[in-house]
């Protein structure tokens, strides 16, 4: 008798793209509520913490979207769900850089542009925050 030990191969996201993806949401809510602190105290100090948490959540949001190229070559039977998911991750990316190029603006010229920015990229990032748990951690078939 023969014993064959079947590979199992695990679906969903990786714990560490998880981690990145999970950091992002945070970074740019953060940086969305600066914003919103500035526009009400005209505190100059909220438009340098929007800036920090911006790069920070450019850092997390770039490697989750390394990870995502990655998956996309991985990806079985849900190809269309991770090529929306990339492109999402994508656009967050690229709007949070045009966001960080807005906040290097000197004070009141950040405003409302880059409050608006933020905001966007907030709800980017939280729809690809979304789709990255439910539906690809279940394996599309949610």
């Known amino acids: 008798m023969i014993a064959t030990a079947e590979r199992s191969y695990r679906s969903g996201l990786h714990p560490l793209h998880g981690v990145l993806l999970a950091g992002t949401l945070p970074l740019f809510l953060?940086?969305?509520l600066s914003d919103y602190a500035y526009s009400s105290t005209y505190y100059i100090q909220w438009t340098h913490f929007a800036s920090w948490l911006i790069v920070g959540g450019l850092v997390f949001n770039g490697l989750a979207l390394?990870?995502?190229?990655i998956g996309l070559f991985r990806a079985d039977g849900r190809r269309r769900l991770?090529?929306?998911?990339?492109?999402?991750l994508l656009a967050t990316w690229i709007l949070g850089f045009i966001n960080?190029?807005?906040?290097?603006r000197d004070a009141w010229g950040v405003m409302?542009?880059?409050?608006?920015l933020s905001i966007i990229v907030t709800v980017l990032a939280c729809v690809a925050t979304?789709?990255?748990f439910s539906r690809l951690s279940a394996g599309g078939k949610a």
């Open 100 to 104: 960080a190029l807005v906040h290097t």
């Open 112 to 116: 409302p542009t880059g409050f608006v």
């Open 82 to 88: 991770s090529l929306v998911y990339f492109v999402l």
């Open 30 to 32: 953060g940086a969305a």
């Open 130 to 132: 979304w789709l990255g």
């Open 66 to 69: 390394l990870c995502a190229l």
